[in-house]
């Protein structure tokens, strides 16, 4: 078992910044491929960025390309997501996943309870 917990949602206005963490224990966190997705009201929950075990890969979607960055500390089993120029289409609760898989499309096996971010404008 993975036990994931976000923390650092606010709310900010347009333009502005934020910093999600993601601290995992349980299990050992390098061992994980980590990810953020998002669930806006009323949508389905999307895939917003990934990282490989050793943080050298990433990858996100084409939203939030060039405005956020996922990056990983595993010494100190958190992952992040540095969200920056923010738009209110930003607004949603961010959940932190854990991919047990090394290879292919991110998967989650264990997610986060969510940290609710919402941008103004």
């Known amino acids: 078992q993975v036990q994931l917990v976000e923390s650092g949602g606010g709310v900010v206005q347009a333009g502005g910044s934020l910093r999600l963490s993601c601290a995992a224990s349980?299990?050992?966190?390098?061992?994980?491929?980590m990810g953020w997705f998002r669930q806006a009201p009323g949508k389905e929950r999307e895939f917003v960025a990934h990282?490989?075990?050793?943080?050298?890969?990433?990858y996100y979607a084409d939203s939030v390309k060039g405005r956020f960055t996922i990056s990983r500390d595993n010494a100190k089993n958190t992952v992040y997501l540095q969200m920056n120029s923010l738009k209110p289409d930003d607004t949603a609760v961010y959940y932190c996943?854990?991919?047990?898989?090394?290879?292919?499309?991110?998967?989650?096996?264990?997610w986060g309870q969510g940290t609710q971010v919402a941008v103004s404008s």
């Open positions: 996943a854990a991919d047990q898989g090394r290879l292919g499309t991110f998967t989650p096996d264990y």
């Open positions: 349980g299990r050992t966190f390098s061992l994980f491929r």
């Open positions: 990282i490989s075990r050793s943080g050298g890969f990433a």
